[in-house]
T-cell receptor, first 113, second 112 residues
């Protein structure tokens, strides 16, 4: 596999469920990102990890919990979500957080009922 | 202040027509990027610009980094149906290299 992969591609969950999104990058990058993409709105940066350490948390509610066990893998654990959390969640990676070129995965389309 | 204003929001054009879209901000950027996102996929980088005034082409696509560092445009010449998608601008704010901002996107529809 090459590039950035994300699983699952689609997810439907109830507000009381716990689920996790997975991202894997095969580019040898050190920085990984989670973005939220809602219709007709700019991409919203959620979290940044550099060398497995979280360097940014853009005031994301605690019902979203990221985990970065190594530079190649990034998870987003979801718990007690709200319907307004329904969106496309995109993972990206770059050589380091200051590098302009971020490579995106295909995203996970999340629907919270 | 630091938001990117991307326009137009959407465009409906005939195959073969040229397309132009732009992004502006009140902040100064040191990098401008243009991405394309197709349905069901993540954004794919098209062009990256690093210097004020820089004009870069990628096939039928041409993008420029504005002289004021506060704007950028993307042109697509002789559009074809596979140009359909959402085009996003993104930029890194000067003196804050970790801060990348995205425009809301231009949705392009090309009629054969």
């Amino acid at each position: 596999e090459t590039g950035v992969t994300q699983t699952p591609r689609h997810l439907v969950m109830g507000m009381t469920n716990k689920k996790s999104l997975k991202c894997e990058q095969h580019l040898g990058h050190n920085a990984m990102y989670w973005y939220k993409q809602s219709a007709k709105k700019p991409l919203e940066l959620m979290f940044v990890y550099n060398f497995k350490e979280q360097t940014e948390n853009n005031s994301v509610p605690s019902r979203f919990s990221p985990e970065c066990p190594n530079s190649s893998h990034l998870f987003l654990h979801l718990h007690t979500l709200q319907p307004e959390d329904s969106a496309l969640y995109l993972c990206a990676s770059s050589q380091d957080p200051r590098r302009e070129t971020q490579y995106f995965g295909p995203g996970t389309r999340l629907l919270v009922l | 202040g630091q938001q990117l204003n991307q326009s137009p929001q959407s465009m409906f054009i005939q195959e073969g027509e040229d397309v132009s879209m732009n992004c502006t901000s009140s902040s100064i950027f040191n990098t401008w990027l243009w991405y394309k996102q197709e349905p069901g996929e993540g954004p794919v980088l098209l062009i990256a610009l690093y210097k004020a005034g820089e004009l870069t082409s990628n096939g039928r696509l041409t993008a420029q980094f504005g002289i004021t560092r506060k704007d950028s445009f993307l042109n697509i010449s002789a559009s074809i149906p596979s140009d359909v998608g959402i085009y996003f601008c993104a930029g890194r704010i000067l003196y804050n290299n970790n801060d990348m901002r995205f425009g809301a996107g231009t949705r392009l529809t090309v009629k054969p």
